[in-house]
């Protein structure tokens, strides 16, 4: 029989590990409404399915005297284990451990969990709640941030990637989250900032506190960086769960079937969308009246508004939609709605998840704002996503498709394999209004009754080309249908490509606009 002393010294270090930072700095973490490292896997991972990996770690960077040699697993928990039944790889930093800094020890471990998760094809998930690169260990810590960044960029386009933020995540550490494919932020702990508020006071002068510099309502609404954001560890723990539902392990996978009730709502739409388009109406109650069992999980919901993006299930299908949304800015777009989609789109087809496009689009927002803004060089974006993605690529007209923006949402020529389109579709290169001061300038200006004319002008222009059909004589519509049609006809569609095989040119990379 071995001696009793080996169990119990294992028992030892065990305990040091599961409490690396000490009971009071546990108590602390929930006195601010946070879970601690390990009690988040535990929510995260299906029951008793989590295995630890390099618990024992401790700090080994050559100085002498830094601090956090005496932390086993050295502020991070890494391991694997199942979600849902699925394989997933997770790293939870432990703020009660030198505040969860990035040292260069537990950089390696975080490294080789990605690499592990590259290998086994299957998803990464972390856990962030991090004061930044750990300062005593000076340059060896920015060194460690570097691999990890390093290790995300690698891994982008081979397995999603998946960040929660519910404490802070400072400095160049918060790069991290930022190269992974979506970012969820605790509502009240979340924060993300390069700089913090001392530094910003002592730089620029401005006093201001770390929720109005990177708070999760600063980067819902303002930056773009949160994907999604709920109010409490729980929550985010969940949506983690709900998210990788709609998911493929990895980029050889497709997302999995998933069994589903065919109850079709699509009869509703006549009574959803106005046939005068100058009506707005909210785009979500039609993506709803489509999917399976009413299931819609919207990405970025509070950032640039005027376009709706996120999965749905179709015929069990996991689904990306893109979708204008006339109650915002008359569903125009600008540069950070392209930049929503076209990140989502590139999302999408990285993973092979087929592509919806709902259209219902003025054209672009003018001025000289969003001139000046970037719109060419951002709106192109879209149009470079849509054109390079090589997943099945579905298009449905509802209402108004306008010139530029209408060819940016997945035309015909850009690359759609199949284009639907209501009775009540608008295609044309800009409003009849536009039109007409455009090519009838002239009778206009010489007109005894100009406003008599112009209506004249207007209804002509309309009648001829304000219909879908015209349109589909010339192959930029496949099909004209009724809407309560969509939903079986957009299932068939799906099943229809669900085999698709294109290849882009061959070439080392495309080089997307800034």
């Not at 690396?20 to 409404?33: L, P, W, Y």
């Not at 990890?148 to 690698?154: F, K």
């Not at 508020?197 to 708070?215: R, S, W, Y």
């Amino acid at each position: 029989m071995w001696d009793r002393s080996f169990y119990e010294e294992l028992e030892k270090k065990r305990e040091q590990m599961y409490f690396s930072g000490g009971k009071d700095r546990i108590q602390k973490q929930h006195e601010k409404g946070k879970l601690t490292a390990r009690e988040r896997i535990d929510i995260l991972m299906d029951k008793d399915s989590f295995v630890e990996i390099a618990g024992f770690q401790i700090s080994d960077v050559p100085i002498e005297g830094v601090h956090g040699k005496e932390h086993p697993g050295d502020g991070v928990v890494t391991g694997y284990g199942k979600i849902n039944g699925r394989m997933v790889f997770v790293s939870s930093q432990d703020f009660t451990v030198m505040g969860g800094t990035i040292s260069k020890g537990n950089s390696r471990k975080i490294c080789n969990l990605i690499q592990l998760a590259i290998d086994h094809k299957a998803p990464y998930i972390s856990l962030n709640d991090s004061g930044g690169a750990r300062i005593d260990e000076g340059i060896y810590s920015m060194d460690a941030c570097s691999a990890i960044l390093h290790a995300n960029v690698m891994a982008s386009g081979v397995i999603p990637q998946i960040a929660v933020v519910m404490g802070p995540c400072a400095g160049v550490a918060s790069y991290s989250p930022a190269l992974m494919d979506f970012i969820i932020i605790q509502k009240t702990n979340g924060q993300m900032y390069l700089t913090g508020p001392n530094v910003v006071k002592t730089a620029v002068g401005q006093d201001i506190t770390a929720d109005e510099l990177g708070g999760s309502q600063v980067h819902a609404e303002k930056s773009g960086l949160a994907h999604f954001v709920y109010d409490d560890d729980e929550n985010c723990l969940a949506k983690v769960r709900e998210l990788l539902d709609y998911l493929p392990q990895n980029c050889e996978n497709k997302p999995k079937w998933k069994e589903y009730r065919n109850i079709d709502w699509s009869d509703q739409i006549e009574r959803l969308i106005p046939d005068n388009p100058r009506k707005a109406y909210d785009v979500r109650p039609v993506i709803f009246s489509i999917a399976d069992n009413g299931s819609f999980l919207e990405v970025q919901r509070d950032y640039a508004r005027n376009i709706v993006v996120g999965f749905v299930r179709i015929g069990g299908e996991a689904v990306g939609v893109i979708a204008n949304q006339p109650k915002e800015m008359a569903g125009s777009l600008d540069g950070k709605a392209s930049e929503k989609a076209a990140r989502f789109i590139r999302f999408c087809d990285c993973f092979k998840i087929p592509l919806l496009a709902m259209v219902d689009v003025p054209g672009y927002m003018p001025g000289k704002e969003n001139e000046h803004n970037g719109i060419i060089r951002r709106g192109a974006k879209l149009l470079y996503a849509f054109s390079e993605a090589t997943v099945p690529k579905i298009t449905l007209i509802l209402r108004k498709a306008y010139g530029g923006a209408y060819l940016a949402m997945n035309s015909k020529s850009l690359g759609a394999d199949y284009v639907f389109a209501y009775p009540i579709a608008q295609v044309a290169i800009m409003s009849a209004e536009g039109a007409v001061e455009v090519l009838k300038r002239r009778e206009l200006k010489n007109a005894d009754n100009p406003d008599e004319l112009r209506e004249k002008f207007k209804k002509e222009y309309e009648e001829e080309y304000y219909n879908p059909y015209y349109s589909a004589s010339i192959g930029m519509i496949d099909e004209v249908i009724k809407p309560s049609e969509t939903r079986k006809r957009i299932l068939q569609a799906i099943a229809a490509f669900r085999n698709k095989e294109t290849v882009n040119p061959r070439r080392r990379h495309g080089n997307m606009p800034l």
